[in-house]
């Protein structure tokens, strides 16, 4: 069994910064791609920004430039440090994870449980 355990959200004001974290643990082999997507109220979930083991990075638009995803391979741990955040990227945000597990062959997708992120105006 996989887990995906996220920290770091909070209510933060206009300008300020947040940085997320998401350990994976469990019957790991190896992870191919961690990321972040986000879910605002009413609105579809949305990819934020995804990191492979080899370094290379994809973002949003509206996040590059203020958000920077990176990963620590030997702790199976994903981060998302955003800076200059703003009232809309207000939303909970949601780490995965596309890995490979230790017995099966398959890869598989697993989610952690959600982090809040609130930025006031």
């Known amino acids: 069994q996989v887990q995906l355990v996220e920290s770091g959200g909070g209510l933060v004001q206009a300008g300020g910064s947040l940085r997320l974290s998401c350990a994976a643990s469990?019957?790991?082999?190896?992870?191919?791609?961690m990321g972040w997507y986000r879910q605002a109220p009413g609105r579809q979930r949305e990819l934020v920004a995804t990191?492979?083991?080899?370094?290379?990075?994809r973002y949003l638009d509206s996040v590059r430039g203020r958000f920077t995803i990176s990963r620590d391979n030997a702790k199976n741990t994903v981060y998302l440090q955003m800076n200059s955040l703003k009232p809309e990227d207000t939303a909970v945000y949601y780490c995965?994870?596309?890995?490979?597990?230790?017995?099966?062959?398959?890869?598989?997708?697993?989610w952690g449980q959600g982090t809040q992120v609130t930025v006031s105006s």
């Open positions: 995965y994870a596309h890995l490979q597990e230790i017995g099966p062959t398959t890869l598989r997708s697993y």
């Open positions: 469990g019957s790991i082999l190896s992870i191919n791609v």
């Open positions: 990191i492979t083991r080899l370094g290379s990075v």
